[in-house]
């Protein structure tokens, strides 16, 4: 079963800014292309159900970094997972 491109109904919730408290700033990364891109950084622990994340952005946890990619659609649901959908 493929997972939906877009949030369902009531995600993101409009008007509402749930990575307010998970920003952690600015990071300049490296791609693959030699591209270096500038991309916000965010405390996985923080985040909150509901949230839409941005693209390009970079989530950090204890044990592992997750990279969306430009391009990419992304949210949190209400279990807290990230749903990503690449282009």
Same mark, same amino acid.
């Given at each position: 079963?493929r997972?939906?491109?877009? =949030?369902? &109904?009531?995600?993101?919730? +409009?008007?509402?800014?749930f990575?307010?408290d *998970?920003y952690?700033?600015?990071?300049?990364?490296?791609?693959a292309?030699?591209?270096h891109?500038?991309?916000?950084?965010?405390?996985?622990?923080?985040?909150? =159900?509901? &949230?839409?994340?941005p693209? +390009?952005?970079?989530?950090?946890?204890?044990? *592992?970094?997750?990279?969306i990619?430009?391009?990419?659609?992304a949210?949190?649901?209400?279990?807290?997972?990230?749903?990503?959908e690449?282009?």
């Amino acid at each position: 079963q493929r997972v939906p491109a877009k =949030p369902p &109904a009531g995600y993101p919730v +409009p008007g509402v800014n749930f990575l307010h408290d *998970a920003y952690l700033g600015d990071r300049e990364i490296h791609l693959a292309a030699g591209e270096h891109v500038t991309v916000p950084v965010f405390d996985r622990a923080r985040i909150r =159900p509901g &949230a839409a994340l941005p693209a +390009p952005s970079l989530i950090t946890q204890l044990d *592992a970094t997750t990279y969306i990619p430009a391009g990419a659609q992304a949210f949190v649901d209400s279990s807290g997972s990230i749903v990503l959908e690449l282009p």
